[in-house]
């Protein structure tokens, strides 16, 4: 059973513009939402995460929009740039899961110059 | 450490061959994981550690998988009977503890092929 559903698989977006990148979850204990960077080569680091008492997460061009009644988050990227190509995670953890992670299976995203 | 260390980076195993993949947490870390990652999947959980409880190991795919944590420190996964569908890089990550919302730090995995 997967508890947590990524999409897309893939993106490309043009430098400059917005990627949008999209969770579902089933869990409704799950309390703790982070998106995971990883470049080729390297282990997954931590982006930005989100709590389920706010909607919506700003750090920079990073924003975690959140949904708790649709059981969704979304990860936005503004003004998306050549070195944001990487594999984005989507992840959720909490209720019986402790504090290991559940992880969507990933996006590959390719910002074209 | 700086960071999570994991050895080897790289290794590659004829099927049926036993092998050792180390971790080093970050120090202070009390809580450790292992996460599979094979080609184009995402992050699959196997076992973690936090202090001197009992691991949670209900991520293991067969009895081949096991794992031990030494001094609250260094662990070793250990695969035995290798089989190609084991090939896939093998990720350590700790943090403080295994509460939701720690922070998890990544190492930068240990890719096994077996041939």
């Known amino acids: 059973q997967q508890q947590v559903k990524q999409s897309p698989q893939s993106l490309i977006v043009q430098k400059g513009g917005i990627s949008i990148i999209n969770c579902a979850y089933e869990?409704?204990?799950?309390?703790?939402f982070p998106w995971y960077q990883q470049f080729p080569g390297k282990g997954p680091a931590l982006l930005i995460a989100i709590r389920p008492d706010v909607s919506e997460k700003k750090e920079g061009r990073f924003t975690i929009s959140f949904n708790k009644s649709a059981k969704q988050f979304s990860l936005h990227i503004m003004d998306s740039q050549p070195g944001d190509s990487a594999t984005y995670f989507c992840a959720a953890s909490g209720g019986g899961s402790q504090g290991n992670l559940i992880f969507g299976k990933g996006t590959k995203l390719s910002v074209k110059p | 450490g700086a960071g999570v260390s994991q050895s080897p980076s790289n290794k590659v195993t004829e099927k049926g061959k036993d092998v050792e993949l180390r971790c080093d947490p970050i120090?202070?870390?009390?809580?450790l994981y292992w996460y599979r990652q094979s080609l184009g999947q995402g992050l699959e959980f196997l076992i973690y550690f936090q202090g001197n409880s009992a691991p949670d190991k209900s991520g293991l795919p067969s009895d081949r998988f096991s794992a031990e944590r030494t001094g609250g420190s260094v662990s070793t996964l250990t695969i035995q009977r290798t089989q190609q569908e084991d090939s896939a890089v093998y990720l350590c990550?700790?943090?403080?503890?295994?509460?939701?919302?720690?922070?998890?730090?990544f190492g930068e995995g240990s890719w096994l092929t077996v041939v």
């Open positions: 120090s202070g870390h009390t809580a």
């Open positions: 869990n409704t204990a799950f309390d703790y």
């Open positions: 990550a700790s943090s403080t503890g295994a509460f939701s919302g720690n922070t998890i730090y």
